[in-house]
């Protein structure tokens, strides 16, 4: 009888984590809509809060539970609302996401204190800027150019002349990843950061 009433509890709690990843997700999804460029960067570049339910996911539940929540956000938008690029923004959106929630999530569980979630943010933030000038640079800019049917040089003139339009620093390939992908990534960073911190709290006492 024991081991029957361990095996009920532990599908109820799944029931529950799994219950609370798919509220936080169609949370996400919704959020991810209302999207705004930042007038100093590309118009191309645009920013939304959808991490905040995902960072607020890992925090609760886990790392894995952030990354899926950016998972499933992703396949809503797609599903939902289609996609543009043929899928490469939304796995843009998922490789970088799910990058800074995973390494916050994975510092502030830990050692769950204020202190770890600040240094958990900080980090993830980081690494997900960085990741997000790697791929873009190896992966994403070369695969819109193939969704565009453009040679890839072709492409990043096109990009870099967009952004030298709000950034006149940015000269070329190099530079526009580190003047433009990499500081936008950051600014992301920390307005999801400050976000989290703001509502984590009241959130996490429902989620528990």
Request: charged share 15%.
């Amino acid at each position: 009888m024991g081991g029957i009433k361990i095996l009920v509890l532990k599908e109820k709690m799944s029931t529950k984590v799994l219950t609370k990843i798919s509220i936080l997700s169609v949370i996400a999804f919704i959020i991810m809509i209302l999207e705004f460029p930042l007038g100093f960067f590309p118009e191309f570049l645009k920013i939304d809060f959808s991490d905040v339910p995902a960072l607020i996911g890992a925090f609760a539940m886990g790392p894995i539970a952030g990354v899926i929540i950016e998972f499933i956000k992703n396949i809503l938008h797609i599903v939902i609302r289609g996609t543009a690029t043929a899928g490469i923004g939304e796995l843009a959106n998922f490789v970088v996401g799910g990058t800074f929630v995973f390494i916050a999530g994975i510092i502030y569980s830990k050692n769950k204190t204020f202190k770890n979630a600040l240094i958990g943010m900080i980090t993830g933030t980081i690494i997900m800027s960085v990741i997000a000038g790697i791929f873009n640079y190896l992966l994403f800019i070369p695969l819109y150019a193939v969704y565009y049917g453009l040679p890839l040089e072709e492409y990043i003139k096109i990009a870099v002349e967009m952004a030298q339009k709000a950034n006149s620093f940015v000269v070329d390939y190099k530079t526009f990843i580190l003047i433009s992908i990499v500081p936008f990534n950051i600014i992301k960073g920390i307005i999801i950061s400050i976000i989290t911190l703001v509502f984590y709290k009241r959130i996490s006492k429902l989620l528990h």
